[in-house]
Antibody
Framework: QVQLVQSGAEVKKPGASVKVSCKASGYTFTNYYMHWVRQAPGQGLEWMGWINPNSGDTNYAQKFQGRVTMTRDTSISTAYMELSGLRSDDTAVYYC???????????????WGQGTMVTVSS | DIQMTQSPSTLSASVGDRVTITCRASQSISSWLAWYQQKPGKAPKLLIYKASSLESGVPSRFSGSGSGTEFTLTISSLQPDDFASYYCQQYNSYSRMFTFGQGTRLEIK
C-alpha cells in the first residue's frame, strides 16, 4: 500500500542540525511532490516547503529559508529534511506529506508520514 | 504572503448537529483550498481538496464550498468520530507556497 515511513525521534542541542528521512513505498516516488509540515506541541500545522523528487527543485517557506534543506535520493525513494541552527522553538513533530496528483497537481496532501518528534533542549 | 483566518477557534456541538467552519484568505486563491481532520497524536487526514472535492473514502456528511477568498467546511450531521481538530490549507499559485489556517477544535457540548 501507499505509505511514507519516517525516521525516529531525535533529541538535539541548541545550535545543532537535524536530518529527518521519509521513505516512500507503493507508488512512483518521482511522480509526486513531497512536502514537509511541522507541528509544535499543542499548536497548529506549519508548512515548511516542498521538493520535486524528479528534478530536485525546492521551494521553502520564507520563515525557514537559509536554515532548511530538502533533498532526495531517488534510488531508495527517500526524501530528507535538514534543519540547522536549532532553537528550542523548533521542538515539534515533523511530517512529510505527499501532494496529490491526478491529471495535474492538486495542491493538497493525501498521504502523510507518521511524524518524527524533534526535541531541542540543552 | 497570503494570510488565512480560520474561525471559530473552538466549536462546541452535539452529535447530530450541523456545523460550519470558515476560512478566509487575505487575497484570492481561486479554489486552491483543502481541509484536514486531525486527531490527537495522529497525522492529519485529507477531507476536501480544490475547495469542494471530497477525498476518496471520506463520508459524504463532509462538504466544502467557496472560491476566491471565503471557504466553508460543513459537517451535515455530527458523528462521535468527528470530534477532532480541523485545518484549512491554501495554495498561492504566484509564490507556489502553502499556508495552513490556525485550526478549529471541535468538542462535544
Amino acid at each position: 500500500q501507499v505509505q511514507l515511513v519516517q525516521s525516529g525521534a531525535e533529541v538535539k542541542k541548541p545550535g545543532a542540525s537535524v536530518k529527518v528521512s521519509c521513505k516512500a513505498s507503493g507508488y512512483t516516488f518521482t511522480n509526486y511532490y513531497m512536502h514537509w509540515v511541522r507541528q509544535a506541541p499543542g499548536q497548529g500545522l506549519e508548512w515548511m516547503g516542498w521538493i520535486n523528487p524528479n528534478s530536485g527543485d525546492t521551494n521553502y517557506a520564507q520563515k525557514f529559508q537559509g536554515r532548511v534543506t530538502m533533498t532526495r535520493d531517488t534510488s531508495i525513494s527517500t526524501a530528507y529534511m535538514e534543519l540547522s541552527g536549532l532553537r528550542s522553538d523548533d521542538t515539534a513533530v515533523y511530517y512529510c506529506a505527499r501532494e496529490m496528483a491526478v491529471a495535474g497537481h492538486l495542491r493538497a496532501f493525501d498521504i502523510w508520514g507518521q511524524g518524527t518528534m524533534v526535541t531541542v533542549s540543552s | 504572503d497570503i494570510q488565512m483566518t480560520q474561525s471559530p477557534s473552538t466549536l462546541s456541538a452535539s452529535v447530530g448537529d450541523r456545523v460550519t467552519i470558515t476560512c478566509r484568505a487575505s487575497q484570492s486563491i481561486s479554489s486552491w483550498l483543502a481541509w484536514y481532520q486531525q486527531k490527537p497524536g495522529k497525522a492529519p487526514k485529507l477531507l476536501i481538496y480544490k475547495a469542494s472535492s471530497l477525498e476518496s473514502g471520506v463520508p459524504s456528511r463532509f462538504s466544502g464550498s467557496g472560491s476566491g477568498t471565503e471557504f466553508t467546511l460543513t459537517i451535515s450531521s455530527l458523528q462521535p468520530d468527528d470530534f477532532a481538530s480541523y485545518y484549512c490549507q491554501q495554495y498561492n499559485s504566484y509564490s507556489r507556497m502553502f499556508t495552513f489556517g490556525q485550526g478549529t477544535r471541535l468538542e462535544i457540548k
